[in-house]
């Protein structure tokens, strides 16, 4: 049922009419206007929707509007990732660019808890975004070069 839904997405409130259930990424994207969070398989295995909520990586298209009460839902329009968006830049990482905002969501909160990854935690961090392109070796070292 549709009822009134209050949503916290990049340090600002927004009060929308969805069902409860509806997915997160669907109310960003369609309702609120943020379509820099992308549609991409719309069940959970490319990585193409990632969001942050308090901070964590999750997926838009599989977290549900009440999921998300009372905490903070962060898209690539408001992360914090400069010097991640620098050196995307710098790299020439994107190549269709679809995935990307998703990318480097994951690799902001990667960042934001481990600063200086290893290899390791680099790909079990980014394990679940797929790109189609397969940028992968520019996507890592992206990332290596933006945490050191
Ligand atoms: Fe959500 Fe693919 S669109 S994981």
Known sequence: TISTQTLLVNGKNFTINADPNMPVLWALRDIIGL???KFGCGSGL???????????PM???LTSLKQVVGKQ?????GVEAAQLRA???EYNVPQCGYCQAGQIMSAAALLATTPTPTDG???EAMA????RCGTYPRIKAAIKAAAT
Not at 73 to 77: A, H
């Open 35 to 37: 379509s820099g969070t």
């Open 46 to 56: 490319c990585g193409a929707c990632t969001i942050h909520v308090d901070g964590a």
């Open 59 to 61: 997926r838009g298209c």
């Open 73 to 77: 839902v962060t898209t690539i329009e």
């Open 87 to 89: 050196k995307w830049a």
């Open 121 to 123: 935690q680099i790909d």
């Open 128 to 131: 679940g975004n797929i790109c």
